[in-house]
């Protein structure tokens, strides 16, 4: 079964608006990533928090992370058209082995 | 090379044939894994190398499927006797491990296409 659970699962916007995407996970995690995947591909690393850290920013991407209620949230400020395409969240966990579990993904459209 | 490379890009095979995909991984990562993606889902873990050990095989979905790897470089996957429900993109990624193991950013390929006619 799957680690990470998006909400929501698509989620369209306008150019300049903010897109905020949810991850709930179940067990105890090492640390958190999100990626980001084009047309079905390869998936880009975007950013990683570690389970004792709260938040952290890089460029427009803000990440949170409550571990009290396992979940996390990408925001993503200002966004651009550029910016369409799926975000996963992947948790690792040594409870749940060594490899890196993904979630479903949160499709994000934003329009001009 | 740069980055982590796939090959094929896309394959087509009949039904009953035997594929065998390959990925090339970022030089010096140790840790390698194979993942699969059905059209419209997220990622499920298929199998996990780390330099020298055991493989982490939990995620193979039967005994069709096999995966190889040859110290830290060039690792195969190969599944027999295909069939339709194979067909996904098949995602190789592959990581530095570092000493804490709160760092483990993976480099995703561009995956393998794999339809089954």
């Known amino acids: 079964s799957q680690q990470g659970e998006e909400d929501p699962q698509a989620l369209s916007i306008q150019e300049g608006e903010n897109a905020t995407m949810n991850c709930s996970y179940k067990?105890?995690?090492?640390?958190l990533q999100w990626y980001r995947q084009n047309s079905g591909r390869g998936l880009v690393h975007l950013i990683l928090?570690?389970?004792?850290?709260r938040e952290k920013h890089s460029g427009r991407l803000r990440v949170t992370l409550d571990t009290s209620k396992k979940s996390s949230s990408l925001l993503i400020t200002a966004s651009r058209a550029a910016d369409t395409a799926s975000y996963f969240c992947a948790t690792g966990s040594n409870q749940a082995g060594t490899a890196l579990i993904f979630g479903k993904g949160t499709t994000l459209s934003v329009s001009s | 090379g740069a980055g982590v490379s796939q090959s094929p890009s896309n394959k087509v095979t009949e039904k009953g044939k035997d594929v065998e995909l390959r990925c090339d991984p970022i030089s010096g990562h140790t840790a390698l894994y194979w993942y699969r993606q059905r059209l419209g889902q997220g990622l499920e873990f298929l199998i996990y190398f780390q330099g020298n050990s055991a493989p982490d095989k939990s995620g193979l979905p039967s005994d069709r499927f096999s995966a190889e790897r040859t110290g830290e470089s060039v690792s195969t996957l190969t599944i027999q006797r295909t069939q339709q429900e194979d067909s996904a993109v098949y995602l190789c990624a592959s990581s530095l491990v570092r000493l804490t193991r709160g760092d483990t950013e993976a480099f995703f390929g561009q995956g393998t296409r794999l339809t089954v006619v």
């Open positions: 067990t105890s995690i090492n640390n």
């Open positions: 928090i570690r389970s004792n850290e």
